[in-house]
């Protein structure tokens, strides 16, 4: 009968996976022994395996010069990262690395373009994407940025009147507009806050930047809030942003992009599926089709990944330190730090990530709960994106057992906060970078180390 934790996900997947392996009893995770990097660092840990950063800019770059080749499409690709994603400094170094733009949505980004600029990292020919509705710091910065001759700076209006607050300018400036789109009918309300609706977009351009020497518009934005995803709402979406593309054009001759935003998914299950190639060769030809439909040339496309770019990157490596059995039915694997601190998305938007024990394959499963060391009783975790239910191997205190929560590398410090004051007081991990040197080893080092008890007293007054 087979009964052991390595029968159950070799039954369940197609396993192992491009970057989930199990070698001698113990999971490796990109080629990395994950059990090494325990006994070095210990646990709760957090991990960026840096290579995956720029593996992943270079398949979307793939995918879109192969459809745009196929269709004999005119434009260019031009990828940008959501800086929002994770603004920690080695995210943003791997990521330039790549022949990359930048998109932003906050005043401190822009100080973090000039800190990038000032090392080296970035030129003053970059593309920088401002979104976001904008206070007058981050106003003031864009203003200063275009002065100083940053010329692909590029601020998205979000609203009527934000490009009444860019008089000041002593430069000509690139402008771009941005597209309200329609919201998916699961949520609570028809159309984004952000942007401008489809009915102002030509009007706006007509009676405030046409006839205005100091502006000049280069891009039309939409953002789908749900994703790049093979359905009728996403279509329907791309559909009525190209025809408002076309219909502007035609009016607007400079105008040379389209920004469509982000974002392709990530893998949060091993039955995880997605056609990247199909998806990015019918976007193409969907905007080539219509274009040629129109009279109008095809645009330079602009995506913003965020999540795709940085979180199959990241995991979260814990220790099932005891074993709770409440009753007759429920066992919870107690790990030690909190889901809620760690991975907020879990409870906030229950998001599933890939699950995995990193010992232990050849031990028998049993079905658990994963509950966290806060006093929150929504500080578990009890199901995966595949299952209504969590398997690991069986809890014994003889042979202590390891998780790894995967793909985990998007948005989570800039949600539940980084290195300050956390639910119950629950420290902040150690955090690990990987990377890989010349002849192909992997290497480690310390980003930081966990939080300790003084720099919590010191944020609270103590």
């Not at 994770?86 to 995210?91: E, K, V």
């Not at 007058?136 to 601020?155: K, Q």
Request: charged share 25%; glycine share 6%.
């Amino acid at each position: 009968m087979k009964n052991k934790y390595i029968d159950l996900i070799e039954q369940t997947f197609d396993f192992p996976q491009e970057e989930f392996k199990v070698l001698d009893d113990e999971l490796y995770f990109n080629d990395v022994p994950l059990m090494d990097i325990i006994k070095q660092y210990g646990t709760p840990l957090k991990i960026t395996y840096l290579p995956k950063i720029s593996s992943q800019i270079q398949k979307a770059k793939r995918l879109f010069n192969v459809a745009m080749a196929k269709v004999d499409y005119q434009g260019d690709y031009h990828y940008c990262y959501c800086t929002k994603s994770s603004h920690f400094s080695f995210i943003m170094e791997e990521a330039l690395k790549n022949d990359i733009h930048i998109e932003t949505s906050s005043a401190f980004d822009i100080q973090i373009i000039e800190d990038l600029h000032a090392r080296g990292l970035m030129d003053k020919e970059h593309f920088i994407i401002c979104n976001g509705f904008k206070r007058d710091n981050y106003l003031e910065y864009i203003t200063n940025m275009v002065n100083n001759g940053f010329v692909n700076i590029i601020p998205i209006l979000d609203n009527l009147v934000e490009i009444d607050a860019y008089d000041s300018i002593r430069k000509k400036m690139q402008l771009g507009i941005r597209i309200a789109s329609e919201e998916e009918p699961k949520f609570d309300f028809y159309t984004s806050r952000l942007g401008i609706r489809y009915n102002d977009v030509v009007p706006l351009y007509l009676q405030k930047i046409k006839d205005n020497p100091k502006y000049e518009l280069k891009m039309l934005h939409f953002f789908i809030n749900t994703g790049i995803k093979d359905t009728a709402y996403y279509w329907n979406e791309l559909h009525k942003s190209v025809n408002v593309y076309c219909e502007l054009k035609k009016v607007c001759p400079e105008l040379n992009s389209l920004n469509i935003g982000g974002g392709f998914p990530i893998k949060n299950s091993l039955a995880y599926s997605y056609e990247y190639d199909y998806m990015a060769e019918e976007i193409i030809a969907q905007i080539k089709s219509m274009c040629e439909r129109n009279n109008v040339e095809e645009p330079d496309i602009f995506t913003e990944f965020g999540s795709y770019t940085v979180g199959e990157s990241g995991a979260v490596l814990f220790n099932i330190i005891d074993q709770k059995k409440q009753n007759d039915r429920e066992a919870w694997n107690m790990i030690d730090s909190s889901f809620m601190t760690t991975l907020p998305d879990t409870w906030a938007i229950q998001q599933r990530f890939i699950l995995l024990a990193i010992n232990n394959w050849e031990k028998e499963y049993e079905r658990v709960f994963l509950g966290g060391l806060t006093c929150d009783s929504e500080d578990y975790y009890n199901a995966e994106a595949h299952s209504n239910a969590v398997f690991l191997p069986k809890f014994s205190t003889e042979n202590p057992l390891y998780i790894g929560l995967f793909h985990t590398g998007a948005y989570q410090e800039s949600i539940g906060g980084y290195g300050g004051i956390q639910h119950c007081l629950t420290p902040a991990p150690k955090h690990v970078l990987i990377d890989i040197d010349e002849t192909g080893e992997y290497f480690t080092k310390l980003f930081s180390k966990e939080q300790s008890y003084k720099s919590m007293l010191k944020i609270l007054g103590y």
